[in-house]
T-cell receptor, first 116, second 114 residues
Framework: DTEVTQTPKHLVMGMTNKKSLKCEQH?????MYWYKQKAKKPPELMFV???????INESVPSRFSPECPNSSLLNLHLHALQPEDSALYLC???????????????FGSGTQLSVL | GDSVTQMEGPVTLSEEAFLTINCTYT??????LFWYVQYPGEGLQLLLK?????DKGSNKGFEATYRKETTSFHLEKGSVQVSDSAVYFC?????????????FGKGTMLLVSP
């Protein structure tokens, strides 16, 4: 299994809603990432978890709350979002084992989020 | 900080034409370099990578050579197909603490017509 699976594929939410994005991988990877991608732009790093610990938070607003319940799962909890948060949210993983030859990232297909 | 510069798109080609997408980078240390491809409505797929100077990455007819002297990693393909139409991102990795973070270029859209 060489996939990163993200659910849901599409999500529409209002500004007062609470929702969660889910990401799962069964490749034994120990580093997992959330990226945000606006239309026609490159992905921007939001968070990195290494060995289930938050290692990087790129000054992301607190209305985005990541969670890594175990080594295979990564969630992104959303609350009180703004319309400008509408974007494709991509999850990625990598081995995280310290071997540089394995540093390529595997990306999921993303969740297309629309905030109304 | 690290940065990646790609040629502006869209690049419009006819099928079987030769493709070059330019990519240059600025980085401290010795980053690994990557080309990722994104098809409409999908996530990013690794196309090829190179981890040190003079390495050539190749996959599906695409090639790129890590040129340290010119800080470049240009993507080439000898004969493009309609199915190659996608957005191509050049990226470099900053490796620390046992994991990588990627810095992406702005992306280049490739449109191939029959």
């Amino acid at each position: 299994d060489t996939e990163v699976t993200q659910t849901p594929k599409h999500l529409v939410m209002g500004m007062t809603n609470k929702k969660s994005l889910k990401c799962e991988q069964h490749m034994g990877h120990r580093a997992m990432y959330w990226y945000k991608q606006k239309a026609k732009k490159p992905p921007e790093l939001m968070f990195v978890y290494s060995y289930e610990k938050l290692s990087i938070n790129e000054s992301v607003p607190s209305r985005f709350s990541p969670e890594c319940p175990n080594s295979s799962l990564l969630n992104l909890h959303l609350h009180a979002l703004q319309p400008e948060d509408s974007a494709l949210y991509l999850c990625a993983s990598t081995t995280g084992t310290g071997e540089r030859a394995n540093e390529k990232l595997f990306f999921g297909s993303g969740t297309q989020l629309s905030v109304l | 900080g690290d940065s990646v510069t790609q040629m502006e798109g869209p690049v419009t080609l006819s099928e079987e034409a030769f493709l070059t997408i330019n990519c240059t980078y600025t980085a401290t240390g010795y980053p690994s370099l990557f080309w990722y491809v994104q098809y409409p409505g999908e996530g990013l797929q690794l196309l090829l990578k190179a981890t040190k100077a003079d390495d050539k990455g190749s996959n599906k007819g695409f090639e790129a050579t890590y040129r340290k002297e010119t800080t470049s990693f240009h993507l080439e393909k000898g004969s493009v197909q309609v199915s190659d139409s996608a957005v191509y991102f050049c990226a470099l990795s900053d490796y620390a603490g046992g994991y990588s973070t990627l810095t992406f270029g702005k992306g280049t859209m490739l449109l191939v017509s029959p």
